[in-house]
């Protein structure tokens, strides 16, 4: 009897596993980065939403060119297996909700 595939191959699970970690990862390094050194690259945090995909690819260059980086990185996790991480501009929106004291 055949067994049912929730939630895929192993490998999807793996690569699922790994991105959640990695998501994890960055947004507590985020959260808890100390401010960049003197003379640090830094790039522009954007508060004006929402934007057209123009819009987007824009920021996306621009945040590159500021930080001297590419807009894309591919890694090679060994067995054939590849993950690409974009860049994704830093920015702050506010969904509504009340600020809570």
């Not at 699922?16 to 401010?35: F, G, N």
């Not at 920021?59 to 001297?68: F, M, P, Y």
Request: hydrophobic letters at 45%.
């Amino acid at each position: 009897m055949n067994k049912p595939k929730l939630l895929g191959s192993r490998r999807t699970l793996f690569i699922r596993c790994i991105l959640l970690l990695l998501s994890v990862a960055v947004s507590d390094v985020a959260q808890a980065a100390p401010p960049p050194p003197a003379g640090a690259k830094t790039a522009e945090v954007y508060t004006a939403w929402p934007f057209d995909a123009k819009e987007a690819a824009r920021r996306q260059d621009e945040t590159a060119k500021a930080l001297g980086t590419t807009k894309a990185v591919k890694v090679d996790l060994g067995g054939g297996v590849a993950i690409e991480f974009i860049l994704i501009p830093a920015g702050k929106i506010h969904d509504g909700r009340c600020a809570r004291a």
